[in-house]
């Protein structure tokens, strides 16, 4: 099935051309496994890193949320809300794009919300506070379900709102 | 589908890489190249099964790679090209008793390997008494020891 050369004695199928071109092909191929390794450290195939780390709002916006830009199909993540109310409130509502929420599968809000709202376009989360108007942080510990691109709305009922978006590989 | 999908991405995926890898990695001369041997398969798993612990899925896959080695290894009968592609080609590193030395250094591959091939395989005992050795597809050397004179 292949050519048989024969070098000096020996009968086989060395291929001199084809070596050569593989070596080249397969130092490329090292090039491209290192980059496969920087970005994953840089947070470009999932999870955390420079590039994938972020946080938007401030405690001025009353809102910070901190999430991961990519997120791995199936990978558990946490999405961090940290809410400042004003100083009489004794709830706060976190409210959540449906659309958003479809794509992930919830495993656990901590601290767990006394009450879930279901709207039309939005799901509500209400939580109660130990002391009225205490900044209080939030976690959703979820799974994107789907890969793609996915963005949505988290926010306060009738407050701030911060827009956030991840790309989810498979 | 999804798992057909996973399955021969993963399939795929480590046969790219290895080949990449080059000769040397599978041959499993050492502990070393034993433990990446042994972590693969076990990240491997994962990827394909996850959560899922259905007798179908298992079967599914493993259905999957054997129709992918079967389709691969008739590729390759069909079609030389394809098959220097997937199974690389021998190389000669010794001649005559001399070591051709930029070929070993490409293949990563040392005196000391070729020395210790020709003890375990032909009980030879210096460069000299080797004929060819020869880099096999398979990453492991093989040694063809000098005629004694009659």
Known sequence: MSDIQRIGDLELNQDLDFQRRSWKVQRIGWALMALVVVAAALGLLGGSGLLSDTIIGSETDELQIRYHRFLRQGKPVTLDIQAWPADDEKQVKIQLDRDYLNHFKLDQVVPEPSQTEAHSETLIFTFDLAQPGDSVEIKFDMRPEFSGAVSGHVGIENGPSLEISHFVLP | ?150
């Open chain 2, 1 to 150: 589908m999804e798992t057909i999908l996973r399955g021969a991405a993963v399939y795929f995926t480590i046969l790219i890489v290895c080949r990449i890898a080059g000769k040397r990695s599978l041959a499993q001369i050492t502990t070393f190249d034993f433990v990446v041997l042994l972590i693969i398969s076990e990240t491997t798993q994962a990827a394909l099964v996850g959560e899922d612990f259905s007798v179908t899925t298992a079967i599914t896959l493993i259905i999957t790679f054997m129709a992918l080695d079967i389709g691969l290894s008739l590729l390759k009968q069909r079609s030389k090209r394809f098959e220097k592609l997937i199974d690389s080609v021998p190389l000669v590193i010794v001649e005559n008793g001399k070591p051709l030395k930029d070929r070993m250094e490409k293949a990563r591959v040392d005196e000391d390997d070729v020395l210790t091939a020709a003890r375990e395989l032909q009980g030879l005992e210096r460069m000299e008494q080797i004929k060819y050795a020869v880099l096999e597809r398979s990453g492991g050397i093989s040694v063809i020891p000098m005629q004694q004179k009659q």
